[in-house]
């Protein structure tokens, strides 16, 4: 798999060079938010993107912002030297699916790119047979967890990030039950709780807005004040 590795500091982009080489990843670099729309526009390789927020000509919520207006979905960690709450939301916000808070430990990054890998690398081929508990339908909605695809009963695809995705079937796939944020983000994270309850909140509210678009409304994910998130039988 190949990872792109943005940030106009090229010390930070070669360190992080080394790292993902040693992991077995080919990568590209940009060093700035314009290249990295380039590289992404002629490199359709490239599995994961490693981007920093502040940088010149195209910043990085800029280039974030674009490309999930152009429906992709891309994974993307963000590198972010501002620490509040707030900037990792807004970040969060534009569409990233993680953040790492600069100066950072390389090792840390590595983990949330091979988390991130795992979500997203799910087999699509036609040859991929899929078994039949890896279908689930709930509502206007049929999952293929094989094929990582969510198609609406008038035939739409829904587009979802990775961990959209698998936020989605692990509600769907346990009806009824309630999940904490605390428990989404270990499932589908599968990663040590090191980030707030916000980060699932704000990934929980753009996939709502995606399934309430394509469903025409039908409120799919159910909020349980003060406990979680559900999907009903």
Do not use: C
């Not at 060093?31 to 380039?38: P, S």
């Not at 796939?173 to 944020?181: D, E, Y």
């Amino acid at each position: 798999m190949k990872v792109l590795v943005v940030d106009d500091d090229k010390e930070i982009v070669e360190l992080l060079t080394i790292y993902l080489k040693n992991e077995g990843y080919e990568v590209a670099q940009a060093y700035n938010g314009k290249e990295a729309l380039l590289t992404l526009q002629n490199d359709k390789d490239i599995a994961l993107m490693i981007l920093d927020v502040m940088m010149p000509k195209v910043d990085g919520m800029e280039v974030v912002t674009t490309l999930r207006k152009q429906k992709s979905t891309l994974p993307i960690i963000m590198l972010t030297a501002k620490t509040t709450d707030m900037n990792k939301i807004q970040g969060l916000i534009a569409g990233a699916d993680d953040y790492v808070t600069k100066p950072f430990n390389p090792l840390e990054v590595m983990a949330r790119v091979k988390s991130l890998l795992r979500r997203s690398n799910m087999p699509t081929g036609p040859e991929k047979e899929v078994s039949e508990d890896a279908l689930i339908e709930t509502g206007a909605l049929t999952i293929n967890r094989g094929s990582h695809e969510v198609i609406t009963k008038s035939g739409e695809k829904v587009q979802l990030t990775a961990l959209e995705f698998g936020i989605l079937y692990l509600l769907a796939s346990h009806p009824n039950q309630v999940f904490s944020a605390e428990e989404i983000f270990e499932k589908v994270w599968q990663q040590e709780n090191v980030v707030s309850a916000k980060t699932v909140m704000v990934h929980v509210s753009h996939l709502r807005d995606k399934l309430e678009k394509a469903t025409h409304g039908e409120k799919v994910i159910k909020t349980v004040w003060g406990v979680g998130y559900k999907i009903e039988a």
